[in-house]
């Protein structure tokens, strides 16, 4: 006689463990991440080229043929590697993740300002209209949109960056400065110097605060002025290195707080930036 009795399915298989979550120790050996900014000619190449070395330097802005002769005076010249062959976004992104990067100990952008220009035009290059062309500059992308495409072409470079942070070296982003006008909802807005980086006014794909929130320190090297009570400005031409956000400037650091005057010892500036 044929059984009619339904016979039940095997189980399921059974869910793998999910794995527990993993515990570790605070990571030492890491590089510290900076951002110098100032006006023109003030020096920050040259305090860049006296950051522990050997430094592996991406001249973006040809600065380093310029300074050559005070760098050989000073002894800098011989810690400094230059990166050669960057004239592209590709080229900049493919040259920090190649292999032969041993022994450098503190990697310079000169400028971010310049980097974020070939990140413009790697947009323009790259990215088409949503309606499938090119075009040739990036308000046509309409409005807004393209703040927003050279923001995302531009943040996989802060991943780069962290990487070599984490291998141990130090990265060190030279940046030109602007005024710019600061959102006050407590009261008059006001102007003040920041670095110049892409920030619309919306606060939304703002290179500039990425960048503010991923560095270590946000430092402003800005010349000494006073103001006489006719309001004309006087200095000397003495220097200052501000760690600390001021009404007048932008800045951060996790080191030090007390604004330094710049003088020729490059060393003992860099000691007191990576808190050493």
């Known amino acids: 006689m044929i059984s009619t009795a339904r016979q039940q399915p095997p189980p399921p298989p059974a869910a793998p463990p999910r794995p527990g979550v993993a515990f570790g120790s605070i990571a030492t050996g890491t590089g ?14 040259t305090m860049a080229c006296a950051a522990p070395g050997p430094i592996g330097y991406f001249d973006l802005d040809d600065s380093l043929p310029r300074l050559r002769g005070n760098l050989e005076t000073s ?17 900049l992104r493919r040259a920090l993740a190649s292999p032969g990067w041993d022994g450098i100990k503190t990697l310079v952008i000169d400028s971010l300002t310049r980097a974020e220009e070939l990140a413009a035009a790697f947009t323009l290059a790259s990215v088409p209209h949503e309606k499938g062309h090119k075009v040739q500059r990036l308000e046509d ?23 070599h942070c984490r291998a141990g070296r130090n990265v060190v982003l030279l940046c030109h400065d602007c005024t710019t006008n600061v959102p006050n909802p407590a009261g008059d807005d006001w102007l003040r110097y920041e670095p110049r980086l892409q920030s619309p006014a919306s606060g939304k794909a703002s290179v500039r605060l990425r960048v503010r929130e991923w560095a270590d320190a ?3 090297l800005g010349y000494d002025v006073a103001v006489d009570r006719e309001g004309k400005g006087k ?9 600390v956000e001021l009404p007048f400037c932008m800045a951060k650091s996790r080191t030090f707080r007390d604004a330094v005057p ?3 010892d490059g060393a003992a500036i860099w000691k007191k930036i990576l808190g050493q």
């Open 262 to 264: 710049v003088a020729a």
């Open 32 to 45: 510290f991440r900076a951002v110098i900014y100032g006006p023109g000619g003030i020096g920050k190449t």
């Open 75 to 91: 002894g800098l010249l011989d810690g400094i590697r230059v990166v050669s062959g960057i004239e592209s976004w590709d080229a």
């Open 218 to 220: 946000v430092l402003f």
């Open 141 to 163: 992308y309409g409005y807004g949109k393209g703040y927003q495409h050279v923001y995302d072409s531009l943040l996989p470079l802060l991943g780069d960056l962290d990487a």
């Open 235 to 243: 200095g000397s031409g003495t220097r200052t290195l501000y760690p």
